[in-house]
């Protein structure tokens, strides 16, 4: 007699990652407008507050629940609200005015 499972394995194990993991805040928006997103104008830079650059690369990937699809980010891309998606341009803080 042949036993059978009641459990079937899934073949692929997706990962449910936070997406707060991948969001910047706190960032000072900064350089030209390069487009608008919701009425909101989309700036070619931002600055975290650990004075990281980041540029804008374009808009999130949405997944199946309506949310930011945080797997399709590269290294070195972030989300920054409401859906932009910015890459590191360096590692090296920005110089600051003392």
């Known amino acids: 007699m042949k036993i059978r499972s009641a459990f079937k394995l899934a073949t692929k194990q997706s990962r449910n990652l936070p997406t707060e993991y991948f ?3 706190n960032v000072r ?3 030209q407008v390069v487009g608008y997103l919701a009425g ?3 700036r070619e830079t931002v600055t975290d507050d650990s004075g990281l650059r980041y540029r804008f690369v374009g808009v999130a990937a949405r997944n ?3 949310g930011p699809d945080v797997q399709s ?3 070195g891309e972030w989300i920054v609200q409401p859906g932009l998606v910015y890459a590191s341009i360096d590692d090296a803080p920005a110089n600051r005015a003392a």
């Open 23 to 25: 969001i910047l805040a």
């Open 29 to 31: 928006f900064e350089g």
């Open 73 to 75: 980010l590269r290294q």
């Open 40 to 42: 909101r104008p989309i």
């Open 64 to 66: 199946a629940g309506g």
